[in-house]
């Protein structure tokens, strides 16, 4: 065959190789993320509209109906605490098939201590989550638990403090890492500081070395199935609740959030792009006192942010950058006197011809003392029609709705005197997360990475094939250079 029809053959194979690495790069998708968020997002609006209805039916006043479904679905039983399983049943949104530890048995949490982060003493919060078979851990007893490193959960689990008085503050606080079905209810957590540098057990067979965290009150990395519901956050060193790594299936429902500066990170980075399949629910959750920004600040991704009270900001409330959807519905933006701070969304270090395109849509919010969103995006109406089908009538029932976020039974607003943390308050910045920091020393954890996977057109990795790309475009230049 002629030379020359051997060097076109041959760049015909390398384009056509490199294009479909290409394109199985750019579209990434994980696993777990759901094929249709607009259709969870109508499944939210129908069920919040049915708890509302029944409350008007009803005209129950002060009763258990509050018209928050989440609430409705298990506190209107008077014998929940005889089935407190039956929370498992109640989540709305991305995180709604989060099972924590429902089928499993009972562990009942005796000790606040934590004194050993490599055998923690049984009876322990610690020993409870390391615990490979499904627990639903309940408290003895009110307690302050005061750890002094990260408390890694295992699978399957459900952190319920329900009846008492449970707080956790202290090193690294909860990190939900590579795993998955975790509920964590009615914990207060605050105060929580970098720790590490040490041996932690996070499971029965496995010991790792741990790096430094970030001081975050929980932090979910390459995690699914997640649902944070009816706690009060503050005073950590970095986020309140962040989320990266490929973390997807996700609500975060019914909390309080105070004094703090960045409150909430949604994506690892801008280049990370695994973090499209990331899809989070936030609904009924009190934004208050002494909040700065972040709430959330979204990277990439599908955020339904729906019936939330946002009280107070110091910056902004949402903020994103790499082309998030973001879809506010029926939350009340109550604007700080700042006349500079009066913008509920911003974009971060893009400008607007990079973030004219980008999915921002608010519809049925109640903008307050001067508070505006600034839509954006192309065929919203098509997008979103799906979405908007039921009306988000319930933001005039804002305070109705959240009238218990938080701890139950807490006082509404942390008074503890402590600076914010995160550092200088800035215009956004990266997340301090720096992955998988385990040293393993031994297999146990080494399928971590493929269980996450990224599913790429290909079947490839997506670091892997970009990788692949760049090495077969410089062979072609290489080839015909010559």
Same mark, same amino acid.
């Given at each position: 065959?002629?030379?020359?029809?051997?060097?076109?053959?041959f760049?015909f194979?390398?384009?056509?190789?490199?294009?479909?690495?290409?394109?199985?790069?750019?579209?990434?998708?994980?696993p777990?993320?759901?094929?249709?968020?607009?259709?969870?997002?109508?499944?939210?609006?129908?069920?919040?509209?049915t708890?509302?209805?029944?409350?008007?039916?009803?005209?129950?006043?002060?009763?258990?109906?509050?018209?928050?479904?989440?609430?409705?679905?298990?506190?209107?039983?008077?014998?929940?605490?005889?089935?407190?399983?039956?929370?498992?049943?109640?989540g +709305?949104?991305?995180?709604?098939?989060?099972?924590?530890?429902?089928?499993?048995?009972?562990?009942?949490?005796?000790?606040? =201590?934590?004194?050993?982060?490599?055998?923690p003493?049984?009876?322990?919060?610690?020993?409870?989550?390391?615990?490979?078979?499904?627990?639903?851990?309940?408290?003895?007893?009110?307690?302050?638990?005061?750890?002094?490193?990260?408390?890694?959960?295992?699978?399957?689990?459900?952190?319920?403090?329900?009846?008492?008085?449970?707080? +956790?503050?202290?090193?690294?606080?909860?990190?939900?890492?590579?795993?998955?079905?975790?509920?964590?209810?009615?914990?207060?957590?605050?105060?929580?500081?970098?720790?590490?540098?040490?041996?932690?057990?996070?499971?029965?067979?496995?010991?790792?070395?741990r790096?430094?965290?970030?001081?975050?009150?929980?932090?979910?990395?390459?995690s699914?199935?997640?649902?944070?519901?009816?706690?009060?956050?503050?005073?950590?060193?970095?986020?309140?609740?962040?989320? +990266?790594?490929?973390?997807?299936?996700?609500?975060? =429902?019914?909390?309080?959030?105070?004094?703090?500066?960045?409150?909430?990170l949604?994506?690892h980075?801008?280049?990370?792009?695994?973090?499209?399949?990331?899809?989070v629910?936030?609904?009924?959750?009190?934004?208050?006192?002494?909040?700065?920004?972040?709430?959330?600040?979204?990277?990439?991704?599908?955020?339904?942010?729906?019936?939330?009270?946002?009280?107070?900001?110091?910056?902004?409330? +949402?903020?994103?950058?790499?082309?998030?959807?973001?879809?506010?519905?029926?939350?009340?933006?109550?604007?700080?006197?700042?006349p500079?701070?009066?913008?509920?969304?911003?974009?971060v270090?893009?400008?607007?011809?990079?973030?004219?395109?980008?999915?921002?849509?608010?519809?049925?919010?109640?903008?307050?003392?001067?508070?505006?969103?600034v839509?954006?995006?192309?065929?919203?109406?098509?997008?979103?029609?799906?979405?908007?089908?039921?009306d988000?009538?319930s933001?005039?029932?804002?305070?109705?709705?959240?009238?218990?976020?938080?701890?139950?039974?807490?006082?509404?607003?942390?008074v503890?005197?402590?600076?914010?943390?995160?550092?200088?308050?800035?215009?956004?910045?990266?997340?301090?997360?720096?992955?998988?920091?385990?040293?393993?020393?031994?297999?146990?954890?080494?399928?971590?990475?493929?269980?996450?996977?990224?599913?790429?057109?290909?079947? =490839?990795?997506?670091?892997?094939?970009?990788?692949?790309?760049?090495?077969?475009?410089?062979?072609?230049?290489?080839?015909?250079?010559?």
């Amino acid at each position: 065959m002629h030379p020359q029809i051997t060097s076109i053959l041959f760049f015909f194979c390398i384009v056509t190789s490199l294009l479909s690495l290409i394109n199985a790069t750019l579209n990434i998708s994980l696993p777990y993320q759901h094929p249709n968020p607009e259709a969870v997002v109508q499944e939210v609006h129908r069920t919040i509209n049915t708890s509302i209805h029944r409350r008007q039916t009803l005209d129950l006043g002060s009763g258990c109906i509050t018209g928050n479904p989440i609430d409705d679905c298990w506190k209107c039983d008077p014998n929940w605490g005889a089935n407190r399983q039956q929370l498992a049943d109640c989540g +709305i949104g991305f995180g709604r098939y989060a099972l924590g530890g429902k089928g499993g048995q009972y562990y009942v949490v005796t000790d606040s =201590s934590d004194n050993d982060a490599v055998n923690p003493t049984p009876g322990t919060l610690r020993h409870a989550v390391l615990q490979t078979e499904p627990l639903w851990i309940v408290f003895a007893s009110s307690m302050l638990i005061k750890l002094k490193h990260e408390l890694i959960v295992n699978s399957y689990k459900t952190i319920d403090g329900r009846g008492v008085t449970v707080e +956790i503050t202290g090193g690294g606080c909860i990190t939900v890492q590579y795993v998955t079905n975790v509920i964590i209810h009615n914990i207060r957590i605050y105060n929580c500081k970098p720790s590490g540098n040490t041996m932690i057990r996070s499971s029965p067979t496995h010991v790792g070395r741990r790096g430094m965290s970030d001081g975050d009150g929980i932090s979910i990395s390459g995690s699914r199935n997640i649902w944070i519901d009816h706690c009060s956050l503050s005073h950590c060193t970095d986020g309140l609740i962040d989320a +990266i790594l490929g973390s997807t299936a996700i609500t975060i =429902s019914n909390n309080y959030f105070t004094y703090h500066n960045e409150v909430m990170l949604m994506g690892h980075d801008d280049a990370y792009l695994p973090d499209k399949g990331m899809q989070v629910t936030f609904a009924f959750n009190h934004y208050g006192k002494g909040l700065v920004q972040r709430m959330p600040r979204c990277r990439h991704g599908y955020f339904h942010v729906v019936n939330n009270d946002f009280t107070e900001w110091k910056m902004y409330a +949402i903020g994103g950058s790499a082309n998030p959807t973001i879809n506010s519905q029926g939350n009340r933006y109550i604007a700080p006197p700042d006349p500079n701070a009066k913008q509920v969304t911003k974009r971060v270090e893009a400008n607007e011809k990079n973030w004219v395109g980008w999915n921002w849509r608010t519809e049925g919010d109640l903008m307050e003392n001067g508070a505006f969103f600034v839509p954006s995006g192309q065929g919203l109406d098509e997008m979103y029609a799906k979405a908007t089908s039921v009306d988000p009538k319930s933001a005039f029932l804002v305070d109705q709705l959240t009238i218990n976020a938080g701890v139950f039974g807490q006082p509404r607003d942390d008074v503890v005197s402590v600076s914010f943390g995160g550092g200088a308050i800035t215009d956004g910045g990266q997340s301090r997360n720096t992955g998988n920091n385990y040293n393993d020393n031994d297999n146990d954890n080494n399928n971590d990475d493929d269980y996450f996977g990224v599913v790429l057109g290909t079947g =490839s990795r997506a670091r892997s094939s970009l990788a692949t790309a760049i090495f077969l475009l410089t062979l072609t230049f290489s080839v015909f250079a010559h």
